[in-house]
């Protein structure tokens, strides 16, 4: 299985971004999901998790701010990330089963 990821970008401060995470095989559309993201020089870090049943859980540092989704249908997975501060840059990861996708770049200016 291979996650696509996209949606990282630069925005300003307060804006918004969203990002996707697509799969290659439909077998993983419904299992649970995981953002993940790595800010410069620092180990990565959770930031949102769905599970199989829709039990979202957040890091504190994004709690009210992000929203974990996914489509089962479309096979993909989303975080959507309002009010962006400087230190949410970082490049972002998204995780399924044992898959993990290539990263994208979220960077964000005050």
């Known amino acids: 299985v291979q996650l696509q990821a996209s949606g990282g970008g630069l925005v300003q401060a307060g804006g918004s971004l969203t990002l996707s995470c697509a799969a290659s095989?439909?077998?993983?559309?419904?299992?649970?999901v995981a953002w993940y993201h790595r800010a410069p020089g620092k180990l990565r870090e959770l930031v949102a998790r769905?599970?199989?049943?829709?039990?979202?859980h957040y890091a504190n540092s994004v709690k009210g701010r992000f929203t974990i989704s996914r489509d089962n249908a479309q096979n993909t997975r989303y975080l959507q990330m309002n009010s962006l501060k400087p230190e949410d840059k970082a490049v972002y990861y998204c995780?399924?089963?044992?898959?993990w996708g290539q990263g994208t770049l979220v960077t964000v200016s005050s």
């Open positions: 995780h399924v089963c044992s898959y």
């Open positions: 095989e439909s077998t993983v559309s419904s299992y649970a």
């Open positions: 769905l599970s199989v049943t829709g039990v979202t």
